[in-house]
């Protein structure tokens, strides 16, 4: 395992590309904090999926950006 023991940051993992990177890192052995804008349930189902696979942590931490002018 390429990652095993490191912690990868990871955004926009709730889709596409950045949900490939989040379960390639996962399959290598790295725990992963998983940045995304808005936590839903079809995602926080997707990360346990994910971890009970591969046995790694995911922890899904939101970003919340307000407009500022």
């Known amino acids: 395992m390429l990652l095993k023991d490191k912690t990868a940051v ?6 596409g590309i950045g949900l490939s990177i989040l379960e390639i890192f ?7 904090i998983a940045c995304v804008r808005k936590k ?6 997707q990360v346990s999926k994910i971890s009970e696979k591969y046995s790694n942590k995911i922890d899904i931490v ?8």
């Open 10 to 15: 990871v955004t926009g993992c709730n889709r």
């Open 40 to 45: 839903n349930d079809n995602f926080s189902q």
């Open 26 to 32: 996962s399959k290598n052995g790295a725990n992963v």
């Open 62 to 69: 939101t970003f919340h950006f307000l407009n500022q002018k």
